[in-house]
């Protein structure tokens, strides 16, 4: 029988009644066998996230040596939870050990892995599941990778025999033997672990959307929405902000051809967004499959004459930036002429002042300019390496809007155009773009 992984993100567990529908949801198709599990989200607007209220608790217990006020709301949040769902479980003596461990491992991320267990030991109960702890089957490297190869065999291992079982995401044990976190968002890369570690046929991930949007819901009123996208086109578009899934949550899927589903628990007859192996895409016939951008990047621009002769100049550039411990996200360049483009948050005035002095030193630039305030725009879709004039339309689309383009980054395999424009211009070049490749 084929066997699904389903990762429920924080709204799908943010109260009792959620999470009834939640259990409809899994007891609707048998080969639901595995689920993970986020933190409770937000029940309604202006309340606060399980994962933010444990962060309070990390803030306090490194004042005061407790965490004993600020886990009052979590307890009441899971109190409620068990409550509404009418369990015959001792949360509260589950909740006081909680507590004891959060003051005992004074540890930020074991405080914040909190609401992932909490909701999997709850979850676990409802479904009359097997409760799997992450700490006991995800594991880290030494230098903050995931061990894939141990990770695999341990879940392998745990779910021998195993009909059903619910696993916290978020989390897993570093070589220290402590709790370790993945960045937030993390639980859509453990359910992309269990899912590989299981050979399942496919892992749904269900949020609160019906699936991906052609750009941005808060920029274009009623963008379409994708029916189908490839694991590239995928990484192209959460990379540059479409937040509907972690962009590193396909790795471990994509090595085993894995699809993804994403789908809404609070619309589950919608059909959602599939997520297939690039192999096996079949074209929509749209030239263009998705727009995403972000705000707020600051390019250094490198000019010199003859660089192109000049035998390790990107590499002493780089070594420069590297010495900060700062990524680059783009590197567009032309025969002369080179460009850095590095997210502003990772640049104060004196990191920024260290890195063109050492560029200064280190390879005597003819010019040196700094831009700020850049927002990077990406137009992503396989269509548009099979499309004649696909370039031309979208930056005649853009110049129509009146909208001055900084800088242009095409990578070999077309699968996507990333254009800089002022952080001003932002929101206008999303709706050009989307008008001309979609319609109004």
Not at 3 to 25: L, Q, R, W, Y
Not at 64 to 86: E, H, M, P
Not at 329 to 341: A, N, Q, Y
């Amino acid at each position: 029988m084929s066997v699904k992984v389903c990762k429920f993100g924080g709204t799908s567990m943010a109260d009792g009644n959620v999470i009834a529908g939640v259990k409809k949801i899994i007891e609707s198709d048998k080969s639901r066998r595995y689920v993970v599990v986020s933190a409770p989200g937000k029940r309604y607007s202006g309340d606060t996230k399980v994962t933010d209220l444990l962060y309070a608790c990390y803030n306090e217990l490194k004042k005061s040596g407790t965490c004993a006020t600020s886990f009052k709301a979590v307890r009441a949040r899971f109190g409620d939870i068990v409550k509404q769902l009418n369990l015959n479980f001792d949360i509260d003596a589950v909740l006081d050990e909680t507590q004891k461990r959060i003051d005992v491992e004074n540890s930020e991320d074991f405080t914040a892995s909190r609401g992932e267990y909490l909701s999997a030991r709850v979850v676990a109960e409802y479904l009359g599941a097997k409760f799997v702890d992450a700490e006991d089957v995800v594991y880290f490297n030494e230098d903050g990778s995931f061990n894939g190869e141990k990770s695999y065999k341990a879940i392998e291992a745990a779910l021998t025999g195993v009909e059903k079982a619910v696993f916290p995401g978020f989390y897993g044990k570093g070589v220290d033997g402590k709790v370790k976190t993945f960045s937030r968002g993390g639980s859509d890369i453990s359910g992309a672990i269990v899912a590989r570690a299981v050979n399942a046929s496919e892992y749904e991930n269900w949020t609160d959307v019906s699936g991906f949007l052609a750009c941005d819901p808060r920029i274009v009123d009623s963008p379409k929405n994708i029916k189908t996208l490839s694991y590239k086109e995928l990484r192209e578009l959460s990379y540059m902000g479409a937040n509907v899934l972690h962009s590193e949550s396909i790795f471990p899927v994509r090595k085993a051809n894995i699809p993804i589903k994403i789908k809404n628990t609070f619309r589950p007859e919608d059909d959602g967004t599939a997520i297939v192996p690039t192999s096996r895409y079949v074209p929509s016939g749209n030239t263009v499959t998705g727009i995403a951008g972000k705000k707020n990047f600051t390019v250094i621009y490198i000019e010199k004459s003859l660089m192109n002769a000049e035998i390790g100049f990107v590499r002493k550039v780089l070594s420069v930036i590297e010495k900060e411990n700062i990524p680059v996200e783009h590197i567009p360049s032309g025969i002369d002429t080179m460009s850095l483009v590095i997210s502003s948050e990772a640049l104060d005035d004196n990191t920024l002042s260290r890195i063109l002095e050492g560029i200064e030193y280190a390879v005597e630039p003819d010019i040196i300019r700094v831009i700020e305030n850049i927002a990077l725009v990406a137009t992503v879709g396989h269509g548009m390496s099979s499309s004649v004039g696909t370039s031309a339309r979208l930056f005649n689309a853009i110049a129509a809007a009146d909208i001055n383009i900084k800088m242009i980054d095409q990578g070999s395999s077309e699968l996507n155009i990333v254009v800089g424009v002022k952080n001003d211009d932002y929101e206008r070049c999303i709706k050009a773009i989307y008008k001309e490749f979609f319609g109004n």
